[in-house]
């Protein structure tokens, strides 16, 4: 209908018709383009909303479960302690996740395949996935602990408990001493780990970009290779 009536503008000359037509013209297009954009906007916007509010519920359920754990890891470990200075000679302390012993993996993988990069600032990407990916390491260490448990100690706690210490009494065995050191060590990760999560969680509440990060320093534990370090130096 617009065409026909510019072809009659022309055809007659009437350049104000034209015009006017061709106006209508741009007008309609520039408002389609308008209400495109809003619409991919608003899109984009819940998209963005739904991914950053599904990594929170994951860090929020990981921090929960890791102050649990630890908690009572830590509250084992004490147990065992004060048992043992008084005298008691009690199979050594362990612990067994309810359930599956990693945390799931698969939400990660869900957000990368929504394209999470796309929505989150370079820098909060590479931490998201820094974290992710040392969660799955810390859950690597716990599956050896446990494979260790129902190999060598659980099987032995129907006997008398001695079998887990040395032949004075004085200490466990180093293979049993070793499992609850193991043990507070992952614990010890854990804690950092929950830390990591609630740092990350507040920075996408406020989709942050800049600031300090939020990665863990490194901390290695070598005092048990003092002597090394003595060898080194003579």
């Not at 890791?66 to 004490?78: S, V, W």
């Not at 070793?178 to 989709?207: G, H, R, Y």
Request: a negative charge.
């Amino acid at each position: 209908m617009i065409l026909k009536r510019m072809a009659d503008g022309i055809r007659t000359q009437n350049w104000f018709t034209v015009i006017v037509e061709i106006f209508i013209v741009v007008i309609g297009i520039f408002l389609g383009l308008q209400v495109t954009e809003w619409n991919e906007e608003r899109e984009e916007s819940a998209r963005t909303k739904q991914v950053i509010e599904t990594l929170r519920e994951d860090l929020k359920s990981a921090i929960t479960y890791e102050i649990l754990f630890t908690d009572q890891i830590q509250n084992g470990l004490d147990a065992w302690q004060k048992s043992f200075e008084a005298g008691k000679r009690l199979p050594p302390y362990y612990f067994l996740t309810p359930g599956s012993d990693t945390p799931p993996a698969n939400t990660w993988d869900a957000l990368l395949n929504m394209r999470i990069g796309e929505l989150v600032h370079p820098k909060l990407m590479f931490e998201l996935a820094f974290y992710y990916s040392e969660r799955e390491g810390v859950g690597r260490k716990y599956i050896r602990y446990v494979t260790f448990l129902e190999q060598e100690m659980l099987p032995r706690l129907k006997q008398d408990p001695s079998v887990f210490y040395t032949s004075d009494g004085s200490r466990l065995k180093p293979v049993f001493e070793n499992s609850m050191d193991l043990l507070q060590s992952w614990k010890n990760e854990s804690v950092n780990n929950a830390e990591w999560a609630k740092c990350l969680a507040d920075n996408l509440e406020a989709l942050a970009v800049s600031g300090e990060t939020c990665v863990p320093a490194l901390r290695f534990d070598d005092s048990e290779q003092a002597v090394f370090k003595n060898e080194a130096a003579q």
